[in-house]
């Protein structure tokens, strides 16, 4: 398909890259930035703008990976008739596009995706949606050529699955960060734990984490639990959480 990509940011960059891999033609990348337009256009073969007038309508689908709120202003600076138009946002409505295109939907890549990230070996899952029937084949197909896991998706069901994927990924990461700020703050090395991440996530693919929940709160270790909250109270932010995730974890 030929494919013009607004926006330059990790998605843009990382679906640019798989879309161009799968033998698509990328025509143009415009971005906000005229400078990251180029830096991706320059990596993808195309042309580039940051001017949404210049937008190449002779695209047969229109890749939007842009902020939520930039989403929402989409339809004061392009409107492509009939051209398939699709965006890449978790928790936002198709109908966004209404007013951009009479054909229009959805391709949410469900992963953490980062351009600085080289590893094409990556899944990416795609959930997608549409306004009609002729849209969501278009995207069903050009999805699968860039994807071996593709969903159909409607609104309520991806915002659901954003929840997910922000406990998940986004929240789980975050411990990792409060994890290594302790270990760096009582000098003890971070890089010990990683061979139990690693083992935590891989335990995923055949068991339910809910079956796999080990520690002090899962066995009610009271005498575990007062010693981790008193070496906790030089760190009080910690703390709290350690105490809520604990509550959570006792009180399912």
């Given at each position: 398909?030929?494919?013009?990509?607004?926006?330059?940011?990790?998605?843009?960059?990382?679906?640019?890259?798989?879309?161009?891999?799968?033998?698509?033609?990328?025509?143009?990348?415009?971005?906000?930035?005229?400078?990251?337009?180029?830096v991706?256009?320059?990596?993808?073969?195309?042309?580039?703008?940051?001017?949404?007038?210049?937008?190449?309508?002779?695209?047969?689908?229109?890749?939007?990976?842009?902020?939520?709120?930039?989403?929402?202003?989409?339809?004061?600076?392009?409107?492509?008739?009939?051209?398939?138009?699709?965006h890449?946002?978790?928790?936002v409505?198709?109908?966004?596009?209404?007013?951009?295109?009479?054909?229009?939907?959805?391709?949410?890549p469900l992963?953490?995706?980062?351009?600085?990230?080289?590893?094409?070996?990556?899944?990416?899952?795609?959930?997608?949606?549409?306004?009609?029937?002729?849209?969501?084949?278009?995207?069903?197909?050009?999805?699968?050529?860039?994807?071996?896991?593709?969903?159909?998706?409607?609104d309520?069901?991806?915002?659901?699955?954003?929840?997910?994927?922000?406990?998940?990924?986004?929240?789980?990461?975050?411990?990792?960060?409060?994890?290594?700020?302790?270990?760096?703050?009582?000098?003890?090395?971070?890089?010990?734990?990683?061979?139990?991440?690693?083992?935590?996530?891989?335990?995923?693919?055949?068991?339910?984490?809910?079956?796999?929940?080990?520690?002090?709160?899962?066995?009610?270790d009271?005498?575990?639990?007062?010693?981790?909250?008193?070496?906790?109270?030089?760190?009080?932010?910690?703390?709290?959480?350690?105490?809520?995730?604990?509550?959570?974890?006792?009180?399912?």
């Amino acid at each position: 398909m030929r494919v013009v990509i607004i926006g330059a940011g990790n998605v843009a960059t990382v679906l640019g890259r798989r879309i161009k891999k799968a033998g698509h033609e990328i025509l143009q990348v415009i971005s906000r930035s005229q400078e990251s337009a180029k830096v991706l256009a320059q990596e993808l073969g195309c042309n580039a703008s940051n001017n949404f007038a210049d937008i190449d309508k002779t695209g047969e689908l229109f890749l939007v990976a842009m902020s939520d709120a930039a989403l929402n202003e989409l339809k004061e600076k392009i409107n492509v008739g009939d051209k398939l138009v699709v965006h890449t946002a978790g928790s936002v409505c198709k109908d966004v596009l209404k007013d951009v295109s009479v054909n229009y939907g959805t391709l949410y890549p469900l992963q953490s995706l980062r351009k600085e990230n080289p590893d094409e070996s990556i899944v990416i899952p795609i959930l997608i949606d549409a306004i009609n029937d002729y849209s969501i084949r278009i995207i069903n197909d050009f999805a699968i050529s860039i994807s071996p896991i593709v969903s159909y998706t409607q609104d309520d069901q991806r915002l659901k699955l954003h929840v997910g994927a922000v406990l998940t990924s986004n929240f789980a990461n975050h411990l990792y960060c409060l994890a290594l700020e302790f270990c760096e703050k009582e000098k003890v090395d971070f890089k010990l734990l990683q061979p139990l991440i690693e083992e935590t996530a891989a335990r995923l693919k055949s068991q339910s984490p809910c079956d796999m929940q080990t520690g002090p709160a899962a066995r009610k270790d009271v005498l575990t639990l007062d010693k981790h909250l008193r070496l906790l109270t030089a760190h009080p932010k910690l703390r709290t959480l350690y105490l809520r995730m604990t509550d959570s974890i006792m009180n399912p």
